[in-house]
């Protein structure tokens, strides 16, 4: 079995439900501080409840950028165990495949990095620049004790990152397909709009907010945010959720709670979103209270060194020639953007990701770590 299985299997076995680290940054320390790494360990959060984050740099001999790995050792919880064909945290090998919870996301990329890493320093221990570790078990979270508490250390210590590569799952049909080079916004509310509960047979005595709401809301999902442009799609506005009454059939709502977000482009800004919304809602006369959460301004890596440096490593080891794309959920490379110019996601195929029987293909191991490796050549031989 080659060095990155093995080490897969250990950091599977290893149940770290976020935000519980389980050892998986301790043994990725060791194998770092066996080729030369400095680690410091960067605890964050309430006692009884610290969220475990890992800094770890090897300085070459010559100038040259800081290249950073980053990823999170945390997973999702497992869900029903009975739903499983094998024990989440026991790697099980079937049909060429690697299941446990967080083989494809994120574990099978920490593996890679790390053993690419480890050839890449045997073969050239006098490299330039840096290379860098950025771990954390508060991704899966809510990422408030993790990437970016580290990202406000690493500022107070006034470094900057030349180039980042996150290990999140992005391949699609086959390893090497997708890059990501951007994320989009994600901007979420809580609508609570305010009527006056009664009776449903008398209505003139009551105030129905759900009556009132659903122009107003059929109006926001119509809207055309805006266009998205050559890097992003257009912003999405979708509802998820709708809570209105006491349970009784009988009854007027006294409020109505509605859940939305935004996946938002470069083309619309937070503040204008919450401007829009507002605007909207009082057109319709509604008495209503929202509170926002902004998870995460978009952001975008124009291409440059590291993306080709990835789209070039990719090709040699796989054959594909990968797109660079800005879809899908947040990530930490938001965090990471604030110190970093040139911030890519790029790992396996993310077909079962916090699904049951989580896998990875076991075929996809080797060209995974070779692709790290080639980009550690490329930009740090």
């Given at each position: ?5 093995l080490?897969l299997e ?5 149940p770290s ?6 050892g998986c940054?301790?043994l ?10 400095d ?5 964050f959060?309430?006692d009884?409840?610290?969220v475990s984050?890992l800094?770890?740099v ?7 950028p ?6 999170h050792?945390d997973?999702?919880?497992?869900g029903p165990?009975?739903q499983?064909?094998s024990?989440p945290f ?6 060429g495949r ?6 494809a996301?994120?574990k099978?990329?920490?593996a890679a990095?790390v053993?690419a890493t480890e050839r890449?320093?045997?073969?050239r221990p006098h490299h330039?620049g840096a290379i860098a570790f950025l771990?954390t078990?508060d991704?899966e979270?809510?990422s408030?004790?993790g990437?970016v508490k580290?990202v ?10 030349d180039?980042?590569?996150?290990g999140e799952?992005?391949s699609v ?5 997708t890059?990501k ?5 994600s901007?979420s509310?809580r609508l ?9 047979a008398?209505p003139?005595?009551a ?8 122009p ?11 266009r998205?442009n ?5 912003t999405?506005?979708q509802?998820?959720?709708v809570?209105?009454?006491t ?5 007027i709502?006294?409020e109505a709670v509605?859940d939305f977000?935004?996946?938002f482009s470069?083309e619309?800004t937070?503040d204008?979103?919450?401007?829009r919304?507002?605007?909207?809602l ?14 995460g301004?978009p952001f975008?890596?124009?291409?440059g060194s ?5 789209v070039a490593s ?8 990968a ?7 947040t990530s930490?490379?938001r ?5 970093c ?11 079962s990701i916090h ?7 076991v075929?996809d191991l ?7 490796q080639g980009v550690?050549?490329r930009l740090?031989a």
């Amino acid at each position: 079995m080659s060095d990155t299985l093995l080490l897969l299997e250990a950091l599977i076995a290893r149940p770290s439900i976020t935000p519980d680290d389980a050892g998986c940054q301790a043994l990725i320390g060791d194998r770092l501080r066996a080729v030369g790494f400095d680690c410091t360990s960067l605890p964050f959060g309430p006692d009884g409840a610290r969220v475990s984050n890992l800094w770890a740099v090897r300085k070459g001999t010559a100038a040259g950028p800081l290249l950073a790995f980053a990823g999170h050792t945390d997973v999702v919880p497992t869900g029903p165990l009975a739903q499983w064909r094998s024990d989440p945290f026991v790697p099980t090998h079937r049909d060429g495949r690697l299941h446990g919870r967080g083989a494809a996301d994120m574990k099978a990329s920490l593996a890679a990095m790390v053993v690419a890493t480890e050839r890449f320093v045997a073969a050239r221990p006098h490299h330039a620049g840096a290379i860098a570790f950025l771990l954390t078990s508060d991704e899966e979270g809510p990422s408030v004790d993790g990437t970016v508490k580290v990202v406000d250390w690493l500022q107070q210590q006034g470094l900057r990152l030349d180039a980042c590569i996150v290990g999140e799952p992005t391949s699609v049909d086959r390893l090497g397909d997708t890059v990501k080079n951007g994320r989009r916004g994600s901007l979420s509310g809580r609508l609570t709009v305010k009527g006056i509960q009664g009776h449903v047979a008398y209505p003139q005595l009551a105030r129905n907010p759900l009556h009132q709401l659903a122009p107003a809301l059929a109006e926001l999902v119509a809207i055309d945010w805006d266009r998205g442009n050559a890097h992003f799609p257009p912003t999405t506005f979708q509802v998820s959720n709708v809570h209105a009454g006491t349970g009784a059939g009988n009854v007027i709502p006294g409020e109505a709670v509605v859940d939305f977000n935004f996946r938002f482009s470069t083309e619309s800004t937070a503040d204008g979103l919450k401007a829009r919304v507002t605007d909207l809602l009082q057109r319709h006369g509604l008495e209503f209270d929202i509170a926002w959460t902004l998870s995460g301004q978009p952001f975008l890596t124009t291409p440059g060194s590291l993306s080709r440096a990835l789209v070039a490593s990719i090709e040699q080891a796989t054959g594909v020639q990968a797109e660079l794309s800005t879809t899908g959920g947040t990530s930490d490379g938001r965090f990471i953007a604030r110190l970093c110019d040139q911030v890519v996601e790029f790992g396996p195929l993310n077909d079962s990701i916090h699904k049951v029987d989580e896998h990875v293909r076991v075929a996809d191991l080797e060209p995974l770590t070779a692709v790290y490796q080639g980009v550690l050549e490329r930009l740090l031989a």
